[in-house]
C-alpha cells in the first residue's frame, strides 16, 4: 500500500512541453511527453495530497484522477498560472519542459515561403520560472515553508558533466532539490521509464535507479514528504 503521507498536502506540478507560436499554425516545441509530471500528479494525490497540475503540451493520454488540471500552451502562459497559485501551495514541482527562448512576435497569417527563402526567426528570452518562484518565496510572496523541487534535463552522462551542470543549475535557480536527467539519444524525453540524480540544497546527492516514471515519482515525493514541515 502507499504511504498515505502527504494528506492535505497542497502539491502545484508543472508537466509537458511549452509551445512558441510562429503563427497561427506553427510552434517552437521540444519533445516532453508529460509522463513523468503526469506520474508526480497520480502518485500525489494517491498519497493524500490535493495536486493541481499545470499541464502544456503532452502525448501522454488521460488525466490523473482526483488532480486539477489546467491547460497551459506558452512558457509565458505557465509563468502565469504557477506564480497564481505559488503562495497557496505547500510544494512546487517544476516538470515542465520550458523554452527559454520564444518568437519574438507571433504572425496573424501563416507565413509564406518567400522567393528569399526562409525568413530568421528572431528569439527573446522566456522567464524562467523556477527560478522566479524561489525569488518569491524570498521576498515571500510566497510562504518560505513551500517546498521547491526542479528538474534538469542535461545531455552527456556522468562523467561528461550532468552532474557538474545539474549542481550549477541547482546553485543558480536556489530551489531545494534538483531532479537531474540525462536526455538525449532516445534518454527521458517520452520514455516510460527514466533515472538519475536527486540534488539537495545542502549538497548531499542520491541516485536514482533506472525504473518506471511511476517509481521515480514515488522517490522524488519521499523526498517530498520529509521536506514538508510538520502541519
Ligand atoms: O515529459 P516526459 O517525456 O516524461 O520527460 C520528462 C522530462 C525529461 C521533460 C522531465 O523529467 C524534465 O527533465 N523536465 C525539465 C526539462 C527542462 O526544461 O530542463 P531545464 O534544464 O531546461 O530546466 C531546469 C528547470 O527550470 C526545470 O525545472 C524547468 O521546468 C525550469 N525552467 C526552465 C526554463 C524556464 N524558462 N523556466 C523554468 O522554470
Not at 10 to 35: C, F, M, Q
Request: include cysteine.
Amino acid at each position: 500500500a502507499l504511504p498515505y503521507d502527504l494528506s492535505g498536502v497542497r502539491v502545484l506540478i508543472s508537466a509537458g512541453g511549452t509551445r512558441e507560436a510562429l503563427d497561427p499554425v506553427r510552434y517552437l516545441g521540444n519533445h516532453s511527453s508529460g509522463k513523468q509530471g503526469y506520474a508526480l500528479a497520480r502518485v500525489a494525490a494517491q498519497r493524500g495530497a490535493a495536486v493541481t497540475l499545470v499541464s502544456g503540451a503532452v502525448s501522454e493520454p488521460g488525466a490523473p484522477a482526483a488532480v486539477d488540471i489546467v491547460h497551459v500552451d506558452s512558457a509565458v502562459e505557465l509563468s502565469r498560472e504557477m506564480n497564481v497559485r505559488a503562495a497557496d501551495s505547500d510544494v512546487i514541482i517544476m516538470a515542465a519542459a520550458v523554452a527559454d527562448f520564444r518568437p519574438v512576435g507571433v504572425a496573424d497569417a501563416k507565413i509564406k515561403k518567400g522567393a528569399e527563402g526562409p525568413a530568421p526567426i528572431e528569439l527573446t528570452t522566456n522567464p524562467d520560472i523556477l527560478a522566479g518562484l524561489v525569488q518569491s518565496r524570498t521576498a515571500a510572496q510566497i510562504p518560505s515553508s513551500t517546498v521547491i523541487v526542479g528538474f534538469a534535463a542535461e545531455t552527456g552522462d556522468a562523467d561528461g558533466g550532468v552532474l557538474d551542470h545539474g549542481r550549477a543549475k541547482l546553485r543558480r535557480k536556489g530551489c531545494d532539490v534538483l531532479v537531474v536527467n540525462a536526455v538525449g539519444e532516445g534518454r527521458a524525453f517520452g520514455t516510460a521509464d527514466n533515472s538519475g540524480w536527486l540534488l539537495r540544497a545542502d549538497g548531499t546527492e542520491t541516485g536514482l535507479p533506472y525504473g518506471s516514471k511511476t517509481l521515480m515519482a514515488s522517490r522524488i515525493l519521499d523526498e517530498v514528504a520529509a521536506l514538508v514541515p510538520d502541519r
